[in-house]
Structures are given as C-alpha cells and as structure tokens.
C-alpha cells in the first residue's frame, strides 16, 4: 500500500532590514529563519521583506507592504478598529493621557512609511519573493515583536503569527526529550506567553470573591489567567531545583576529571564530533537544536585519566534571554570544563558571526576564563584554497571534518596533549595496608612506573596538580 506524504503546512517569512544591516547579514538572517521554519514543520512558500529606518510599532510593516503581505494570505491588510468598551473615569483619564504619545507614533510611523516608500524604488527585486502559490497560514517575522504587534499583524492577514523567540521557543519545547529538558522549555515557553495572553472579558466581566482556586474579589478572567501561568512557573521551578541538585550532584563527582565541552552555534557539528571522539550513539541530525540535553561521554580510547567530553546544547542570534536562563544548569558543564571547543561550521558563510554569538552567551553564563580552542569543522565542503585562507586567519584553529577518521585522532591527540601539558610528575608510596586506595590512583592518574618494595607500592604518576593534591589528601586520611 502506497503512503501519499502529507503537504506541509506554508509559512511566509516577513523582515524588515533596518540601518546599519547589510544585504548579506539580512539574507544570512532571513536564510537562517527559514530552516527554523523548516525545522519547526512548515514548507516557506513566500519571502516579503523592506527597508525601513525602525519597525513600524503597530504592524511591522509600512502600509504598502501590509498590503501586499496580506494579498499572499487573503487578508484584508488593514487592522479594524476594536469595539469600544465601556469607560469609566479612570479609563478616560488614561486615555486622555496617552493621546499626545499616540499622535506622535503615528507620526513617525507615517514618516517611517515614507522613508520606506522611497527607498523602495530602489528596492532589490528580492524584497518579496514568491516560492509557491499556495496560501501561508502561518507568518514568521524575523524580529522580537510586541503582543500588540502581533495581534495587529493577525487582523490584517488573517494569517498566524510567530516572531523569531516564538518559532525559537517552539522547536525547543518539541525536541525537548529529558524531565530537565521539558521543565526549562516550558517555564521558558510560559514567560513567552504571559504578556501575550489576550483579553476574553470585558471590565465590568468581574465575579463575586471565589473559594479555593477561583478569582478574588474583582479579579478578571486575564487577571486570572495570569495568576495561573505563574502559579504554574512557581510550580515548575520547585520541580526542576530538585533535578538541578541532582545535576550539581554528578558534576560533583567528577570534578576531579579532566572534562572537554564542545560549545558552539547550532548545527555546528558538535553532536557528530561527540559521536565521533566518544564512539557514542548521541543523536546526530542535520536541523537546528537536534540537541538540547547535555550528553557526557568518555573520550575513547579511553585515557588514564580519564578525559570526559560533553555536547551542549547550540546556540542561535537572538537566543532567548529566557532560554538562556532556563538552561544555565545546563550550560554550566561549559563553565565548568577545563576545556571549550568552539565548534563552528566552516562551510557556512556566517560562521564568524556565528562565533561571536557563541562568545556572547558563554560570557552571559560566566565562561569566558575557560581554555579554549577554535575548531573549524565541516572542512570538507571547502576547497583547497579556502581551508589555506582559513589556516591564515585562523593560525591556532583545528581544521578537520568529523567524517574525517584522521582529522578526530589528531583532535583526540589535541585533547591529549592539552592536560598532558598541565601535568606534573609525582612519586607516592601506598602502603601494602592501603591497596584499595591503588584502584583510585590509577583512574585517576598516568602511572608512569610501578615498583614493590618493603613497606608498600612505589608509583610515579602524572596529574593535574588538583588531582594530586586530592589524593596526597586521601591517602594520608585512609
């Protein structure tokens, strides 16, 4: 029996390239909003982007290309004006208020609007770009946009709408796959939607002061919504501490381990390299944030002492800060590591722009003073003359592919070779009345030698000044 695939639901992409915002940065932006719209499970059937010198504050868009936008949704492209609802005192003090600031939004967006007409003359024939003629019923705007924003941007095209944190916020909570996972991809999902919640009832929709679980006294059905989201937030936050001790816990036993993090922008590589420097079957995808849990491996073949290596999860532009926040537990397993590789996708035109994200982030959590070492994977894609380009930018960078078997030892020997070098040697005498204490020394360690003599074993071994001072420590308590 022959399965028909089902059609992908259409998206439009919307953008609005401002000052300072090259042609390149706005095509890499708009090229990377696409697979994560792609990611997410929609098919983009059509582009439509304008220069403007600020987003409009009402509907992104000048009027013009509202219009044309909603031409490709079939939607009206203007924004009806609400109902009015009954006021009160205050509300006409407020109102009266606001109406000078309101008259001149307006009058910069109709200046705004004008810039953007003019310059449209000029406009690149890319400014909108048809792909398919199917309908989109679902817009997704390359800006963080405001709950009005998008509410206004609803009415005129009759289309959904995601600005870029919410298309970001999605694909988390989807490939979320852990508890730990799933509760920072859910708190972070709850901040997203809490000031977009939408008003239901009126001002006078108030109800009498309900028992356990109901409205207090006067408290609105959005009011009440609100207090839900962040009964909820406390909630989830409870849960996820008790997962986050449990976390710090097994950091805490291998604090004394060497420990590599592979750190980096999404879909960098990281996960084929952890694949391929642990022999592991950690997930390995070609779509953005394939990997959102932190994986700890040994390094393999395996080392005396043992060198761990964890993938984390990748970043993007504009990461959300919530997002950020909700993983720092996460991403701790970076600032804690004795080593950072910044992977990067060499073959990807953007990647320096990549890179300075990914600095961004990791001095946001704290890990700018961790070693590190640039590696510029995905150099296969390139050609002779663009990885000796690259080798003169980059002098201290490793060029490799992880399809590569020779270019991962020569990364596995870089690890090596990086805490072989803050090694130094030592001699210890273990009683014969101690050998349990031996097993630990040679986990811990690289024995050099190994001789029995009268009182005990005699071992000169090479370690990282911590783990010798640790077990020096331990086996004078044992």
Do not use: C, W
């Amino acid at each position: 029996m022959t399965t028909i695939p089902l059609e992908k639901p259409a998206a439009a992409l919307v953008a609005v390239q401002l000052p300072g915002v090259s042609d390149a940065e706005h095509e890499a932006s708009l090229a990377e909003l696409a697979r994560l719209t792609t990611t997410l499970g929609y098919e983009v059937v059509a582009t439509v982007s304008q220069r403007r010198p600020s987003l409009s504050r009402t509907t992104v868009l000048g009027r013009g290309k509202l219009e044309e936008l909603a031409r490709l949704t079939d939607g009206t492209g203007v924004v009806p004006s609400p109902a009015p609802p009954k006021k009160d005192k205050a509300r006409l003090r407020r109102e009266a208020a606001l109406a000078e600031q309101e008259e001149e939004n307006a009058a910069s967006d109709a200046d705004a609007d004008a810039d953007a007409e003019s310059e449209s003359e000029s406009e690149p024939t890319g400014g909108t770009r048809i792909l398919s003629a199917r309908k989109p019923t679902l817009l997704v705007v390359d800006h963080e946009l405001t709950p009005n924003q998008i509410h206004n941007l609803e009415q005129a095209t009759d289309a959904d709408v995601l600005d870029r944190t919410g298309i970001i916020v999605e694909i988390f909570f989807r490939h979320a796959q852990s508890r730990e996972a799933r509760l920072q991809v859910e708190i972070a999902r709850l901040h997203y939607a809490t000031p977009r919640l939408r008003k239901t009832g009126t001002v006078g929709d108030r109800q009498r002061g309900g028992g356990v679980g109901g409205r207090g006294a006067g408290e609105t059905a959005l009011e009440l919504d609100r207090r839900k989201v962040r009964d909820r937030i406390a909630e989830l936050r409870r849960e996820l501490e008790g997962i986050e001790h449990e976390a710090d816990e097994r950091r805490a036993l291998r604090k004394g381990e060497p420990r590599v993090a592979l750190v980096g922008y999404t879909n960098a590589g990281k996960s084929s390299l952890m694949r391929a420097l642990t022999e592991s079957d950690v997930l390995v995808a070609d779509q953005l944030f394939a990997t959102l849990d932190t994986t700890v491996r040994a390094l393999q073949p395996e080392t005396r002492p043992r060198i761990l290596i964890s993938d984390t999860v990748g970043f993007i532009k504009k990461l959300p800060h919530d997002l950020v926040a909700s993983f720092r537990s996460t991403l701790d397993e970076a600032r804690e590591a004795s080593l950072l590789l910044y992977v990067n996708d060499a073959a990807e035109p953007t990647f320096r722009a990549q890179l300075a994200v990914t600095r961004e982030v990791l001095a946001e959590i704290g890990a700018t003073g961790v070693p590190s070492r640039i590696v510029l994977n995905k150099i296969d894609r390139l050609s002779e003359a663009t990885r000796a380009a690259l080798a003169r930018e980059f002098p201290d960078a490793l060029l490799l592919s992880a399809r590569d078997p020779s270019d991962v030892a020569r990364l596995r020997q870089t690890i090596i070779d990086f805490f072989e070098a803050a090694m130094t040697e030592h001699e210890m005498l273990v009683p014969y009345a101690k050998q349990q204490f031996l097993a630990e020394v040679r986990a811990s360690t690289r024995v050099v030698s190994e001789t029995y003599e009268p009182e005990g074993t005699r071992m000169r071994v090479l370690a990282e000044s911590a783990t010798l001072a640790r077990l020096t420590s331990a086996l004078a308590r044992s």
